[in-house]
């Protein structure tokens, strides 16, 4: 995971901030009130992320084999879609790169929350519609259908994730 630098700095200098103004009056073995601690749910989205990428990508490894293995197509296409429906309450919490997280979702995800539903839900339908026809055997449907999901990926990171690939 590729994280910048920017963000790095500014975890530690909020959180240098932090400490030195809570120095005087807390004692050594309690944490500052104040200091950012990074949320649970920060690691639980991330981990949904890179566990939907690895769905993904075991997908497109199918689809590059002469037979693929459509249940298994099948069944990624269904972990996607659970996961697709965690995406919304991973980000109640204001969590952006702006806020000085360790992390690449942009402040656009609670600045446009309808945009943002909209395109979970999009995972939604191409992750459903993807397990359903892998189960019709057409290889070239379902790699259709696979791009169309990619997508719905590629939708969603252009507009609310940060792009450290620039
Ligand atoms: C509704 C928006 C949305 C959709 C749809 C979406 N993503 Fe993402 N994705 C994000 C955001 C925002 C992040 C950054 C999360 C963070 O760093 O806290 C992210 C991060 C990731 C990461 C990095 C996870 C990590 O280790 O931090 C991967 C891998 C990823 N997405 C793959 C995918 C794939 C593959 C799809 C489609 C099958 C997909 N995403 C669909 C918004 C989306």
Same mark, same amino acid.
């Not at 994280?3 to 240098?16: C, E, H, I, K, N």
């Not at 991973?90 to 702006?98: A, K, L, P």
């Not at 943002?116 to 395109?119: D, E, L, V, W």
């Not at 189960?135 to 070239?140: H, L």
């Given at each position: 995971m590729v994280?910048?630098? *920017?963000?790095?700095?500014?975890? @530690?200098?909020?959180?240098?901030g932090a400490l030195a103004a809570c120095? !005087?009056?807390t004692p050594a073995d309690e944490a500052p009130a104040d200091a950012i601690a990074e949320p649970a749910v920060l690691k639980e989205r991330q981990d949904n992320f890179e566990s939907i990428g690895d769905a993904f990508k075991a997908v497109r490894g199918e689809l590059e084999k002469d037979t693929p293995d459509f249940g298994l197509i099948a069944a990624s296409a269904n972990d996607i879609n659970a996961r697709a429906g965690n995406i919304e309450r991973?980000? @109640?919490?204001?969590? !952006?790169?702006?806020d000085g997280f360790d992390t690449e979702a942009l402040a656009t995800v609670w600045e446009k929350p309808v945009e943002?539903?909209?395109?979970a839900q999009k995972l939604?339908?191409? !992750? *459903?519609?993807l397990a359903? @026809?892998?189960? !019709?055997?057409?290889?070239? /449907? @379902?790699?259709?259908?696979?791009? *169309?999901?990619?997508? /719905?990926?590629? %939708?969603?990171?252009?507009?609310?994730?940060? %792009?450290?690939e620039k």
């Open positions: 994280r910048t630098l *920017a963000t790095r700095l500014a975890v @530690v200098a909020t959180l240098a120095a !005087s009056e991973h980000f @109640v919490e204001r969590t !952006s790169i702006d943002f539903k909209a395109a939604l339908d191409e !992750s *459903a519609d359903a @026809v892998a189960a !019709s055997g057409d290889k070239a /449907a @379902v790699g259709a259908q696979a791009m *169309a999901m990619g997508g /719905a990926c590629k %939708d969603c990171h252009d507009q609310f994730r940060l %792009d450290d």
